[in-house]
């Protein structure tokens, strides 16, 4: 079946540190892939998607590469700040089945000043 | 506009009780998602709604899970005979569903469900 494995936290890091989660996925076919994010106290809210191979998604400073290749779909910014700490899952879907979210166990980001 | 909202925010039953959980979706998405979490874990899916219909159950752990949402807008996950396990987050989501396109689905704050 499908599935999404994520790096483990927590990820502790100083404020403007550079941040990598990794992200790798197994699959039949080629699934669209997201990252979502879940602030202290919050809902789960959509942080970024890439439909396609090679296709980057970007919001808020995040970006990640859907790479075919590698099956990976990492989480990078350049410089976190404070309030980007939260729970960062990594997820999966396939279109034209109910767009179900197939998610990682999540990885926990503390930024600390 | 007002989100995805669900009741109630927590609810502690006793083992071998029945519970109902709430969702209103956007107002206007016609599709609808429950999601179980367990501590430590990602959200795994449940049952999906295209409408009134539940289009993908094959989520639902057991026939003791039953969901319903009879005139397309709110939804309600019934458990029966609750047990220890049963004990999580219950997330709920909705999204516009255009066709085979790829919408955001927009996630409610969840239900903490204890079984004691």
């Known amino acids: 079946g499908n599935s999404v494995t994520q790096m483990e936290g927590p990820v502790t890091l100083s404020e403007e540190a550079f941040l990598t989660i990794n992200c790798t996925y197994t699959?039949?076919?080629?699934?669209?892939l997201f990252w979502y994010v879940q602030y202290p106290g919050e809902g789960l809210q959509l942080l970024l998607k890439?439909?396609?191979?090679?296709d980057k998604g970007s919001n808020k400073g995040f970006e990640a590469t859907y790479r075919k290749e590698t099956t990976s779909f990492h989480l990078e910014k350049g410089s976190v700040q404070v309030s980007d700490s939260a729970v960062y899952f990594c997820?999966?879907?396939?279109?034209?089945?109910?767009?179900?979210?197939?998610f990682g166990t999540g990885t926990q980001l503390k930024v600390e000043l | 506009g007002a989100g995805v909202s669900q009741t109630p925010s927590n609810k502690v039953t006793e083992k071998g009780k029945y519970v109902e959980l709430r969702c209103d979706p956007i107002s206007g998405h016609t599709a609808l998602y429950w999601y179980r979490q367990s501590l430590g874990q990602g959200p795994e899916f449940l049952i999906y709604f295209q409408g009134t219909g539940a289009a993908d159950d094959s989520g639902l752990p057991n026939d003791r899970f039953f969901a319903v949402r009879p005139e397309g807008s709110v939804s309600t996950l019934k458990i029966q005979r609750t047990e220890r396990g049963d004990s999580a987050v219950y997330l709920c989501a909705s999204s516009l569903r255009r066709g085979d396109l790829v919408d955001e689905q927009f996630f409610g704050p969840g239900t903490r469900l204890t079984v004691l």
């Open positions: 699959a039949t076919g080629y699934p669209s």
């Open positions: 997820a999966l879907m396939f279109t034209g089945g109910g767009n179900k979210l197939t």
């Open positions: 890439a439909t396609k191979a090679d």
